[in-house]
């Protein structure tokens, strides 16, 4: 058995699932006019240039999401999908947008399998392309609920691309790892003379800059069936995928009611089906059995129950994640008090259990979030991705945007389940864009990035801010755990050593890591008896280099 001081020292390669990790942001000042906490500083201005310009939080989050495909264009952006909850104070609700997109008609799922020649391959070129879905959702946000006009939207991201702007280490590591599988006209932006830009570089994108005057000039249209779609067109067609225009041209943006439970007399809510974020609810659920406060924040007793708890969700996400038109999760069941104690009576509070998956497995590694309030009271909190770092790597030749490779996280086997890559279906994402409510107005909203480990690390942010009291930032910061399969606990540096032992004791395959699980965002909200927020807190990851700040 490895001591403590042993597994510390362990490396972990599963690590691909979390963010990068970089110097920590300072807490921001609470503010009353508005506030956005993203992953990338000038993502953060830019969302605050469009609220200091009389915009409201759907206007910013156009603007921000922008800035971030020019300033993490290895995360997300126009090539990309998501999913997004808001929350409109005229309306009083809260409502879930999906921009996972469809998956192509035209995919033939066995070309993902033994025995196809190049099988392999398969799951990781262009023909793991999907229609592309963060565009119309940010166009129809911005439709229902925006108040600047469109075009006004994307100016710090033209900016950003065509003056540039400095590649921290972050951005540098991922250019430097994918930089030989990118086409030659993407090797000219992201390199010279065949080199990778290092930290300290200026990054231009001049066809991105282009691409984001198109969308502006001429809306989501130019995308789905102009220029920039017809562009997609070709260069995937070119690459052997299935993508095609007609796909372009029949995606749609869908809003959807969210789901919710009560835990510890809040609501807390996320996005439905499509999206698979039911299982964090799983995992509050399942830990309302508990007097969480009295266990004590990352104690043994607490992490060992939360252990158990967060391997039955994953089982659950496992066994019934499905598009709702074709196999709807068990809701009903699954977000139930006799449910969660007919579960928690299985655990033993002395001794882990292994995890028997059902077979199962998907989700997406690279990927960002960001919370955007304003001084009215709406709220966006959104998660977007492009699957991998920089998506499938193909980059349609003049447009400076990459395309995702969402396939890439279907389950393959056996064929036909909810997990495959059924044609025509919904793309299933495992994003968890989350509000907390105090009485009927949102007062925590939070996301993060990182995988199997999203839906792993929200509830434990939502208990360290109800059941143990901290703000949002010290919410975030703090060491976090998670599982991954087969049947591991990772353990972020800073849970105690002695729990450490306690945990490996008791029969959990225990290892320990550099602070590196996800990169949360979020934002706490005080309400006025007007009505309208009073103030606002912010949290940016320590794990990662954005910042939360108000205006």
Avoid at 198 to 206: E, F, R, S, Y
Avoid at 244 to 253: G, I, V, W, Y
Avoid at 282 to 296: A, F, H, K, N
Avoid at 311 to 338: E, N
Wanted: aromatic share 8%; charged share 20%; net charge negative.
């Amino acid at each position: 058995m490895r001591t403590v001081r042993q597994l510390r020292r362990v490396g972990f390669g599963l690590l691909l699932l979390a963010a990068c990790i970089s110097a920590p942001s300072e807490a921001p000042p609470e503010r009353g006019g508005g506030i956005v906490s993203s992953a990338h500083p000038l993502a953060t201005e830019a969302g605050l240039e469009v609220l200091g310009r009389g915009g409201n939080a759907f206007d910013a989050a156009v603007a921000v999401a922008a800035a971030l495909n020019v300033t993490e264009p290895m995360m997300s952006g126009m090539g990309g999908y998501g999913t997004i909850l808001v929350y409109s104070a005229e309306e009083g609700r809260a409502r879930f947008l999906d921009s996972s997109g469809r998956i192509p008609r035209g995919v033939e799922p066995d070309q993902f399998r033994p025995p196809t020649p190049g099988w392999e391959q398969n799951r990781r070129n262009a023909k793991t392309i999907t229609t592309p879905g963060n565009v119309n959702a940010w166009a129809s946000m911005h439709a229902q609920y925006g108040t600047l006009a469109w075009d006004e939207l994307f100016g710090p991201a033209i900016a950003l691309a065509e003056q540039g702007f400095e590649l921290d280490a972050r951005a540098a590591g991922f250019i430097a790892s994918a930089f030989d599988e990118f086409p030659a006209h993407a090797q000219s932006v992201y390199g010279r003379e065949g080199t990778p830009l290092q930290a300290g570089d200026a990054l231009l994108q001049p066809d991105l800059a282009r691409s984001f005057r198109l969308l502006a000039a001429n809306g989501p249209a130019v995308f789905y069936s102009g220029e920039i779609g017809q562009a997609i067109d070709a260069a995937v067609r070119a690459a052997d995928g299935f993508l095609r225009l007609s796909d372009l041209e029949e995606a749609e943006p869908e809003w959807w009611d969210p789901i919710e439970i009560d835990y510890r007399g809040h609501r807390v809510v996320t996005a439905s089906p499509p999206a698979n974020s039911f299982p964090a609810l799983i995992r509050l659920g399942l830990m309302s059995r508990y007097d969480v406060e009295r266990l004590g924040h990352n104690s043994t007793e607490h992490l060992h129950r939360y252990a158990e708890a967060t391997k039955h969700a994953f089982w659950a996400r496992l066994r019934w994640a499905g598009d709702p038109d074709f196999a709807p999760p068990p809701l009903d069941r699954l977000l139930s008090g006799p449910y969660w104690d007919s579960v928690t009576a299985t655990f033993d509070p002395e001794r882990a259990r292994d995890f028997e998956p059902p077979g199962v497995v998907s989700g997406d590694s690279h990927t960002t979030h960001f919370v955007v309030a304003d001084a009215e009271g709406n709220v966006v909190s959104a998660t977007q991705t492009l699957g991998n770092s920089f998506g499938s790597r193909l980059m349609p030749e003049g447009t400076g945007i990459w395309l995702n490779n969402s396939l890439a996280y279907s389950t393959f086997e056996p064929a036909g389940n909810p997990m495959d890559a059924h044609p025509g279906r919904r793309k299933l994402s495992g994003d968890v864009p989350l509000f907390v409510y105090d009485g009927d107005r949102p007062w925590l909203a939070v996301g993060t990035p990182g995988g199997h480990t999203i839906a792993q690390t929200i509830p434990q942010i939502v208990m360290n801010v109800v059941d143990f009291g901290m703000d949002v930032q010290s919410a975030i910061g703090a060491p976090r755990v998670s599982f991954v399969e087969p049947n591991m606990l990772i353990v972020e540096e800073g849970v105690p050593d002695s729990v450490v032992s306690d945990l490996i004791a008791r029969g959990h395959e225990v290892r320990v890591i550099g602070p590196g699980i996800g990169n949360a965002h979020g934002v706490t909200i005080e309400w006025g008896d007007d009505g309208r927020p009073s103030s606002f807190a912010g949290g940016a990851d320590p794990r990662g280099i954005g910042t939360a700040r108000g205006n």
